[in-house]
């Protein structure tokens, strides 16, 4: 079983659309959570933290449920420029490793 | 931006040669970590540096090893080229312990 799986992908949702992607990990003890962007042969960028009680910015929502070990990211109204690949990522009790799922690609079309 | 350069941005390697890549930290910060990152997946950690010391590995061999020289800048090293070490190869720099990591914008190793 991988640390962190995520939905496969790609999803393809018309401008506007809410989009919901989800992923679970396998370390109970793991402490943080995040999601990062990804734009096609960039570099991961930090998109937002997940806080026990839910966090919103923006458009974005991100949620974590530890006793299923489940996290979430929702997007509404989506826009063109959030296509991109957006990967749920743990931080492992290793220092200072991430851990990261596969990724889902998101393409938001006219 | 992160304050974090790498290099080179894109080099092409055959089977059985060595690569190094370069990276330099944010200014005060003093670990360094290098990621893995196939195509079509998620970024796998190799090695993280602190204070010019490993601390902390990730399920990769041997011929993959790293620096950390004085001022925080590292490298990493991969020996022996094989065809399936074509990625994008991503370093972060921070502090200890903190979260979350800010990536460089990477070097695309392609082996032939």
């Known amino acids: 079983r991988k640390e962190v799986e995520q939905d496969p992908g790609p999803f393809n949702v018309p401008e506007g659309a809410t989009v919901a992607f989800n992923c679970t990990y396998s370390n109970s003890a793991s402490q943080s959570f995040f999601w990062y962007r990804q734009d096609c042969r960039k570099e991961p960028k930090l998109l937002m933290s997940v806080y026990s009680s839910g966090n919103e910015d923006g458009r974005f929502t991100a949620q974590l449920n530890r006793a299923s070990q489940y996290i979430s990211l929702l997007i509404r109204d989506s826009k063109l420029s959030d296509s991109a690949t957006y990967l749920c990522?743990?931080?492992?009790?290793?220092?200072?490793?991430?851990?990261f799922g596969q990724g889902t690609e998101l393409s938001v079309k006219p | 931006e992160t304050g974090v350069t790498q290099s080179p941005t894109h080099l092409i390697k055959t089977r059985g040669q060595q690569v190094t890549l370069r990276c330099s930290s944010q200014?005060?910060?003093?670990?360094v970590s290098w990621y893995q990152q196939a195509l079509g997946q998620g970024p796998q950690f190799i090695f993280q540096y602190y204070r010019e010391e490993e601390n902390g590995r990730g399920n990769f061999p041997p011929r993959f090893s790293g620096l950390q020289f004085p001022n925080y800048s590292s490298e990493l090293n991969v020996n022996a080229l094989e065809l399936d070490d074509s990625a994008l190869y991503l370093c972060a720099s921070s502090l200890p312990n903190t979260n979350p990591l800010f990536f460089g914008e990477g070097s695309r190793l392609t082996v032939l």
């Open positions: 990522v743990v931080k492992g009790d290793q220092g200072g490793k991430l851990i």
């Open positions: 200014s005060g910060h003093n670990t």
